[in-house]
């Protein structure tokens, strides 16, 4: 039977996020839903073992009796309760389920049945007046103050939620620098919060997510930023039917309102991917839909022009599509005297935009196009060279064909060494490479003109490409990268790590600078990580990268610096 | 599946106090005076223990183990003991082991750290030092303190004295069942990844003690296929954790393509584990490309044709 709720009420309840603690003092009730009830003077509950005490003073009242005592612990893993008595003589009294009229007197207990929790340097996350708690799953506390930035602010409520249930974890909100959640209500399948948020972008806001969610299924919907006009309505959701089929959706709307207003523009994204277990494989069926515009036509503005409120917010009736059907099989030993794992895969699919042309070729627009593909995927385990070298190899080839006719060959072949020191630190060095082809056969040249280093705008004009590889580009590059790593790992509180990538590529990356965007990859750059834990519940992440001779880049912006769990 | 959490749980809890068998919790009826103080009256499969966290963000401190201090006095033998108090009441003051003791109507209280008489009232939650006639086996004086005092004499060595209505009996839920003691065990997770996986990624694990945050654990690569990273988890606990590329969307997929469950770990009482994880495939892999990047029309054909730059793609005139 699965332990009941319970609600407790006290002068003073606390929270401790680092050791999952609550505690309550003075005028401690807690009420169990078969009517009993218990008082005392203090309480304290370990969320993750699962059990609770009141000590002092102890009166437990229940349905056709009543006994005073000490101490009163309820273990619900097990639906033992444990009691001391005080009658003319202390005892030892154990109650199986909520059989208080029968105890079992002088069994023994557990040793630390009524141990009390040090909380001394412990934080405090939260004050509270009352809490409902649904063991294993959530803690819903009122009367609130809550830890925040060195003092504590009152707010009506906090719903804690502690389920073991990895769905609660799924997230439809974009990324922002700074996020403070406030989860305010919520139930064992259900959590509402809210967000305080900060980005460059939007400085600081407001946010709305909701979860509903089971063992087998969650759908997550989020208004994101709440307080803004440009703001993202989200939806994921998964289902799992049965233990070999799953359905996954995402779908977004970003809109410009003020509130809930008609918005001046709105556009869409809904993809769903269908997967479903075969025997030594699995199929996937995915498809993408975009709606650059989701209202009405508007009528004509300035100059033919077609927007909602002014030409910044333009109507824009584009909708491309794609989706294809994938099969991907299982990882199988090539023999059972070579060290050689490969797996295989194929897919069918299509692609649709009634606007932008997918493939430009001989004047002709493709807006359509339908492609199938195969590929193989081969590697070796871990081969030791010796006594402390570690050799990989990997190995991938694909050929996918278009209905506009040509095909795309793409080979990636990566090796590394590695040795591993102790527990503690590893280096490894990965050699790869990858080479593209798009071949239109007798064609070649019309796909990829020679002295077209560019393509037609929307007026007709031809633009110029001012990079001598990609005037020679004729639909093969080649990448070639080499990766050296380095990690230390001396504690479980220190974590560092250094990359060099060196990348060799052809055509070369186009560097960014003031009229260019980054194209491609760096020729030299250099990373590094440091994570600190500073304590059970927080560790900070700090990296930087260093881009050697490219471009405007040198470091990378800025410092990433990451504090989470 | 919850019940066979529980049943794991239970075990862990029944097998616990193996280790400590000093710490018998059930009192034994009072002796006449000038008999010897039993060492135990239980045998270690009866001997209900404190429970070691199944959890390393929930441990219950327990007390540490007392040492035996007697000094002679007009009525015997004075044995003191030090503990945290549950409760005073009728006559009698309950100690967190879960006993209560008699208190001598002549009793004495002062501060543990001066000797000084206090203002502090014995009450729960304060800390004393309990000072037994072994003649009467009563408590004649109690040394308070609000913080925790060092340890006395050993547990056995007072238990006799605690009142009890009823006799002793063991618990057979208490039989212990395998050795787990909580102690910190060196766990290695070893990941091999998908041959797909990009060598930029940075694989995490999310667990539920860290609330399934995604970026909560970070791996060490160590080669091409393989992460690794070593945690320090208590033996007999449930270890729930994911592989993860950093986000929800990423987190690993089953052999099949379908989620998971989480993958769970019973530690083991060990010194070092080695724990030895496949990942076959990553949520947001594309099958297409077998990249770990989403699919979808920017994809396509090419990114070598029409523009492989950021220049306007070809449109259709629009008509009004």
């Given amino acids: 039977m699965a332990p009941q709720p319970f609600t407790v009420s006290a002068n ?41 005490i009141v000590a002092g003073g102890v009166e437990l009242s229940y349905p056709g009796g009543h006994l005073s005592g000490a101490a009163f612990t309820r273990f619900m893993d097990f639906s033992r309760a444990y009691f001391v008595p005080v009658t003319d003589q202390p005892d030892r009294w154990t109650f199986v389920g909520s059989d208080y ?73 974009a990324g922002a620098y700074i996020d403070d959640p406030f989860p305010f209500a919520g139930s064992t399948n259900s959590l509402e919060t809210a967000h305080l948020r900060y980005d460059n972008i939007n400085k600081l806001y407001a946010s709305y997510e909701q979860h509903l969610v089971t063992d087998r299924s969650y ?29 996954l959706t995402f779908a977004q709307e970003s809109a410009f309102q003020q509130w809930f207003q008609q918005p001046l523009s709105a556009s869409g994204y809904l993809y769903g991917t269908a997967t479903a277990a075969l025997h030594n494989s699995y199929l996937q069926l995915h498809g993408d839909w975009y709606y650059q515009s989701l209202l009405a036509q508007p009528r004509p503005g300035v100059n033919g022009l077609l927007y909602y409120g002014d030409p910044t917010h333009p109507w824009l009736p584009d909708h491309p599509s794609d989706g294809q059907l994938t099969w991907s099989g299982f990882d199988h030993r090539l023999s059972r005297h070579l060290p050689l794992e490969f797996r295989l895969r194929s897919g069918y699919g299509v692609a649709h935009d009634p606007y932008a042309a997918l493939a430009f070729l001989n004047n002709t627009f493709y807006d359509t196009l339908w492609f199938h593909y195969v590929g193989i995927n081969a590697y070796t385990p871990s ?85 001598p590889d990609y005037a020679a580009f004729r639909g093969f590059s080649t990448q070639r990268g080499f990766v050296e790593g380095f990690s230390f790992t001396p504690n479980p509180y220190f974590q560092t790590s250094l990359t060099m ?24 750059e250099l990373d590094g990580d440091v994570r600190l834990r500073v304590n059970r519940t927080t560790s900070v992440d700090i990296g930087r990268s260093y881009y050697f001779g490219f471009g405007d880049l040198r470091w990378s912006p800025q410092f990433s610096i990451r504090v989470g769990p | 599946m919850t019940v066979q959490r529980g049943r794991v749980a239970f075990v862990i809890l029944l097998v616990a106090g193996v280790a400590l068998p000093g710490l018998a919790s059930v009192a034994a009826p009072p002796k006449p005076a000038g008999s ?233 009482e060990v010194d070092l584990k080695n724990q030895d994880d496949t990942v076959y495939s990553w949520a947001d892999t594309n099958p297409a490309s077998g990249s770990n990047s989403a699919p979808g029309p920017d994809a396509i054909p090419t990114p070598f044709n029409p523009a492989p730059f950021p220049f306007p793609v070809p449109r259709k005139t629009l008509k009004p």
Avoid: C
């Avoid at chain 2, 100690?95 to 009232?121: E, Q």
């Avoid at chain 2, 945050?213 to 296929?225: K, Q």
């Fill in chain 1, 501 to 524: 990538r060196e990348n060799h590529d052809w055509p070369a990356p186009i560097a960014p600078s003031s009229l260019y965007g980054l194209t491609g990859r760096p020729p030299l």
């Fill in chain 2, 36 to 268: 010897p103080v039993p060492t135990s009256s239980l045998s270690p499969a009866q001997t209900a223990l404190p429970v070691p966290s199944a959890l390393p963000s929930a441990a219950t401190p327990a007390p540490a183990l007392p040492g035996l201090t007697m000094t002679a006095t007009p009525s015997g033998t004075l044995v003191r003991f030090a503990g945290q108090i549950l409760d005073v009441r009728n006559g009698f003051v309950f100690f967190t082991t879960g006993d209560g003791f008699r208190l001598d109507p002549s009793l004495r209280t002062d501060d543990y750290f001066t000797g000084a008489p206090t203002p502090i009232v014995p009450a729960l939650r304060v800390y004393a030092r309990a000072s037994f006639d072994t003649a009467t086996h009563r408590v004649v004086q109690l040394d308070l303190s609000r913080r925790p005092i060092p340890p006395e004499a050993s547990y056995e060595a007072v238990h006799a004295f605690a009142v009890t209505a009823s006799s002793p009996r063991p618990n057979p839920e208490l039989v212990p069942r395998a050795g787990f003691s909580g102690r910190i065990v060196n766990v290695t997770f070893t990941a091999l990844v998908p041959s797909t996986t990009n060598l930029n990624d940075v694989v995490y694990m999310e667990t539920d003690q860290s609330g399934w945050n995604p970026l909560a654990i970070r791996l060490d690569r160590i080669d091409a296929l393989h992460y690794r990273i070593t945690l320090r988890l208590p033996s007999g606990s449930e270890f729930l954790y994911r592989y993860t590329r950093g986000s929800a969307q990423s987190v690993e997929r089953a052999r099949n393509g379908i989620e998971q469950p989480p993958r769970s770990l019973l530690v083991p």
């Fill in chain 1, 101 to 173: 009229a029968h105890p079992l007197r002088g069994r023994d207990m557990p040793g630390d049945t009524f141990y009390l929790p040090e909380v001394t340097h412990r934080h405090v996350f939260l004050y509270a007046k009352t809490a409902r708690f649904v063991p294993k799953s959530s803690a819903f506390f009122q009367g609130v103050r809550l830890s925040q930035l060195g003092t504590f602010i009152p707010i009506p409520s906090f719903f804690l939620s502690y389920s073991r249930n990895p769905n609660f974890s799924q997230n439809s909100l």
């Fill in chain 1, 12 to 52: 003073r309840l606390i929270y401790y996020s680092d050791i999952d603690l609550v505690t309550g003092e003075d005028a401690v009730r807690v009420s169990l839903d078969d009517g009993t009830t218990i008082t005392g003077a203090y309480f304290a509950m370990n969320l993750k073992l699962n059990r609770f």
């Fill in chain 1, 219 to 247: 759908l997550v919907a989020s208004i994101n930023p709440l307080t803004r006009p440009q703001r993202q309505y989200n939806l994921t959701a998964s289902d799992l039917l049965g233990n070999n089929f799953q359905l």
């Fill in chain 1, 383 to 467: 081969i030791k060279l010796g006594k402390t070298l570690v050799f990989n190899a990997v190995a991938d080839k694909q050929r996918q064909w278009f209905s506009a006719p040509h095909h795309i060959d793409t080979t990636s072949t990566t090796f590394s060494l590695s040795r591993v020191f102790g527990p503690k630190a590893a280096v490894y060095a990965a050699y790869q490479l990858q080479n593209v082809g798009d071949f239109f056969g007798a064609q070649q040249l019309i796909a990829y003109p020679p002295g077209s280093a560019g393509a037609y705008n929307g007026a007709g004009q031809f633009v110029p490409v001012p990079f």
